[in-house]
T-cell receptor, first 112, second 115 residues
């Protein structure tokens, strides 16, 4: 199936640093979703974006829906050890079965 | 947010046996549920879309006779891995769309190990 281009693939950072990751697609999406997955668990929804240009925050997380509707980014400020995990973006079209297309994930490791 | 419960979280079975995985939407109704497979350090790959009251829709390359899906009610979908083999060992995750389908919520996942 179709995949989004998510980068970076992995990040190794120090506690307290800010993190930025993004997703790009050749297709236009009406919804962008950002998930975090801990080892052995299912993905947990972090932020949902429904409108081009939308900027939404959830605590230390901020995500934006790109103006072109083909990209989105997620920022994490002042990272902490519990931010460790794999972050997935997902693009979704409306008007159908709302099946999200997932990026390949960004693995985040935070060193104390 | 909406809650999707998946059971069991881990299962070990012998080669040749069948394993059933349940996915329940706990506080909302889901006419559609999705089943994914995830290999280590990989993204989620959609296997099939489960439709309440009708046949499931399988993605290309997924054997429908191997992975039986039953969406018996508005809150329950099951995935049965039939005649499991070691290569079927993987992490299986279900999800259900809520809030008018604009957001997908995931179950906890099932780690299947076939020995």
């Amino acid at each position: 199936g179709q995949q989004l281009n998510q980068s970076p693939q992995s990040m190794f950072i120090q506690e307290g640093e800010d993190v930025s990751m993004n997703c790009t697609s050749s297709s236009i999406f009406n919804t962008w979703l950002w998930y975090k997955q801990d080892p052995g668990e299912g993905p947990v929804l972090l932020i949902a974006l429904y409108k081009a240009g939308e900027l939404t925050s959830n605590g230390r997380l901020t995500a934006q829906f790109g103006i072109t509707r083909k990209d989105s980014f997620l920022n994490i400020s002042a990272s902490i050890p519990s931010d460790v995990g794999i972050y997935f973006c997902a693009g979704q079209m409306s008007g159908g079965s709302y099946i999200p297309t997932f990026g390949r994930g960004t693995s985040l490791i935070v060193h104390p | 947010g909406a809650v999707v419960s998946q059971h069991p979280s881990r299962v070990i079975c012998k080669s040749g046996t069948s394993v059933k995985i349940e996915c329940r939407s706990l506080d909302f109704q889901a006419t559609t549920m999705f089943w994914y497979r995830q290999f280590p350090k990989q993204s989620l790959m959609l296997m099939a879309t489960s439709n309440e009251g009708s046949k499931a829709t399988y993605e290309q390359g997924v054997e429908k006779d191997k992975f039986l899906i039953n969406h018996a009610s508005l809150t329950l979908s099951t995935l049965t891995v039939t005649s499991a083999h070691p290569e079927d060992s993987s992490f299986y995750i279900c999800s259900a769309p809520a809030v008018e389908g604009r957001r997908a919520f995931f179950g906890q996942g099932t780690r299947l190990t076939v020995v």
